[in-house]
């Protein structure tokens, strides 16, 4: 396993501690939510109360008051758990910040302790049925009518959907405009009326996680909830915080892609082919090889984009590039170390088939891989002019 240049002792005592939480009070309890597609609500609160929720929001918020580095270890190693259904690093690693870096000083107070101690689950909801990628179209309308907004549309594949007490809602407060007429809203799920969950999206992998379809039908919402001072402002704080959902997206993909390496090493030491072991054999060797090396890579650069976002300095196309490149690597490590697996690699109760079904949504999630490369293009575009 990679050990990052910025690792220090307490960061390990931290990730031993969250390997130590996932290994007791996530892994075996995976095959029952898989099958209920969705976590036991009372997780969320010792997650809160193992310190996993909230690490890098302000200790006055109630948060850990840690950095991004205490974000990626607890979120790197819930992802080597394959343990994905406490969809934590969208609650702490990216609601969280959206309320740090955009809500009132009051809402902060009110929302974000609550956050840290699993009392409150937060979700996003950009995608809608018919647009995702293109955000600007989206459709849901929150128009004013007196100190509420009323908002009428839907959002599908929403992370925590079901569970989410607090829902960070993309709608267009002024449909004339693209992108300047979107804003965000905080929905408090218990106190609207007009809000429909609808059942559990059936996934190809990913199964304990709760994904879900929203339905907003009059949903009356207080414009106190309105997320910044002004309404147009969405499409600013979306820009301003997807670099780092990006960075979080690569970094968890570079702990699936070490994990299948681990365990692929492991089978193929054990696994005896025309007499000798299968990591013998030079195409096992090779491969082994080939994947080690893509992981390295993935490693070193993730390392850097990580010291460039604590320093303030990571751009946009930078992020985009770590988060598609380390994506389709992980896809290509977790393929190859599936097939050296052979037929048990096909088979649920091998980590290896489990990482193959999860990692899939990685090069479609936090922007398509698609959209990253456009965004690289369009900033190197600016070059030539
Ligand atoms: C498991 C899961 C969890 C998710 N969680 C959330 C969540 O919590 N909140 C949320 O809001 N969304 C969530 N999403 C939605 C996800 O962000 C979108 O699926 C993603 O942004 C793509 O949007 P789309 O599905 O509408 O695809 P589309 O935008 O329709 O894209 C279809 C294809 O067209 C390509 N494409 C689109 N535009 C271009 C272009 N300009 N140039 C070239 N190719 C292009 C895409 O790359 C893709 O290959 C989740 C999705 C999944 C599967």
């Not at 959206?98 to 699993?118: C, H, V």
């Not at 979107?182 to 809000?195: H, Q």
């Not at 997320?227 to 959902?245: D, I, S, T, V």
């Not at 892609?257 to 005896?272: K, N, P, V, W």
Request: hydrophobic content about 40%.
């Amino acid at each position: 396993m990679h050990q990052p240049q910025w690792m220090n002792a307490e960061l390990e005592s931290l990730r031993d501690a969250a390997r130590r939480f996932y290994e007791t009070e996530l892994v075996p309890h995976e095959p029952r939510w898989c099958a209920q597609q969705h976590v036991d609500r009372e997780v969320w609160y010792k997650a809160g109360a193992a310190g996993l929720l909230c690490p890098g929001i302000a200790e006055a918020y109630g948060g850990g008051g840690g950095s991004f580095l205490h974000e990626a270890v607890i979120f790197a190693e819930q992802a080597r758990a394959i343990a994905g259904g406490l969809g934590n690093s969208l609650h702490s690693g990216i609601v969280a910040h959206y309320i740090e870096n955009f809500a009132s000083e009051d809402q902060k107070r009110r929302w974000l302790p609550k956050m840290a101690t699993g009392e409150l689950v937060g979700a996003l909801a950009m995608t809608e049925p018919g647009t995702g990628s293109d955000l600007q179209s989206i459709r849901t309308r929150a128009l004013r009518d007196g100190d509420h907004y009323v908002v009428d549309g839907a959002k599908t594949y929403i992370t925590n959907g079901t569970s989410a007490d607090l829902i960070c809602l993309v709608a267009k407060t002024d449909p004339s405009q693209g992108a300047r007429g979107v804003s965000i809203l905080v929905v408090e799920t218990a106190k609207v009326t007009g809000l429909r969950r609808g059942q559990p999206l059936h996934k190809i992998g990913m199964h304990s996680q709760d994904t879900c379809e929203l339905f907003f039908d009059g949903m009356r919402v207080p414009c106190e909830n309105l997320l910044g001072p002004e309404e147009g402002q969405g499409f600013r704080q979306l820009m301003k915080e997807l670099a780092r959902e990006r960075l979080i997206t690569a970094l968890m993909s570079l702990a699936c892609m070490e994990r299948a390496i681990e365990e692929t090493l492991r089978f193929t030491a054990g696994r005896r082919v025309f007499g000798q072991p299968l990591l013998e054999m030079q195409n096992t060797r090779f491969r082994l090889a080939e994947c080690e090396t893509q992981a390295h890579l993935a490693a070193a650069f993730i390392d850097d984009c990580a010291r460039r976002l604590l320093a303030g300095t990571l751009s946009p196309a930078t992020a985009a590039m770590a988060k598609w490149w380390v994506t389709d690597a992980c896809g290509k490590v977790v393929d190859e170390c599936l097939q050296l697996h052979g037929g048990a690699g096909y088979m649920t109760e091998y980590p290896i088939a489990r990482l193959y079904q999860n990692v899939r949504v990685h090069r479609i999630l936090a922007g398509t891989n698609e959209i990253m490369k456009e965004l690289i293009a369009r900033d190197m575009a600016q070059r030539a002019v």
